[in-house]
């Protein structure tokens, strides 16, 4: 059993909130579309599938399933408020490189859920020996952009015209990476890592 595995099921406080984090299994299929119900089509734009269709849920699942995407969902009284993935291609030239999804609801916003969420990621990423993520927003969505940096991450590109929306207009978005692997090494140096895995081993 991996790090991350051992990590949930774990409860974080947001604005007062307890929100319960989980590792998504397939189960968690059948949520995403009321999850989907709370959000503006700008709020999926940074995603490079539109999870409001059934088919790209259903092979999000297919892909947890068969272990090429690590998925996490954050509950709060009883309903899904949000989700990650951090999802790795295998086979290309980039496999030390996660791309980092994060989304939260309406009604989890500005109370710390998505820093809460990327530093879960930040777990994953290191269980995983990844040396990089990157994330990708529309320009527009600053609040989200400066939860990142705030984070750590770093603008690398921007790419014009880059998707277009359901009324058919154009928007640009943001790159933003982080160097996961300087991270692995300050951890190393301040014995953090082997402090963490004497726990896991006493867990």
């Known amino acids: 059993m991996n790090a991350s595995t051992e990590r949930y099921p774990r409860t974080v406080k947001c604005g007062g909130t307890d929100v319960e984090i989980l590792r998504m299994t397939p189960r968690h ?9 709370t959000l503006s089509g700008h709020d999926l ?9 059934p088919k790209v849920v259903e092979a999000w699942m297919s892909e ?7 998925s996490l969902v954050a509950y709060a009284s009883g309903r899904l408020v949000g989700y990650t993935a951090v999802i790795v291609e ?10 980092l999804r994060v989304l939260v609801g309406p009604s989890m916003r500005g109370k710390g859920l998505g820093r809460a969420l990327i530093q879960e990621c930040f777990m994953q990423a ?25 984070l750590g991450f770093r603008a ?20 933003l990476s982080h160097d996961v692997g300087a991270v692995q090494s ?7 890592s082997a402090a963490f895995d004497l726990h896991r081993q006493g867990a």
């Open 90 to 99: 295998k086979l290309s030239w980039s496999r030390h490189v996660g791309e």
């Open 126 to 150: 290191l269980d995983l020996g990844l040396e990089k993520l990157c994330a990708q927003m529309t320009v527009d969505q600053t609040a989200a952009i400066g939860v990142f940096e705030e």
């Open 29 to 37: 299929g059948s949520e995403i579309a009321g999850f989907v119900e």
């Open 156 to 175: 690398e590109a921007v790419l014009t015209k880059h998707v277009k929306d359901r009324e058919g207009r154009f928007h640009d978005l943001a790159l």
């Open 45 to 53: 734009l940074f995603l490079r599938r539109d999870i409001g269709e």
């Open 186 to 192: 300050m951890l190393d140096a301040y014995g953090v």
């Open 64 to 70: 947890i399933r068969e272990g090429r995407v690590q």
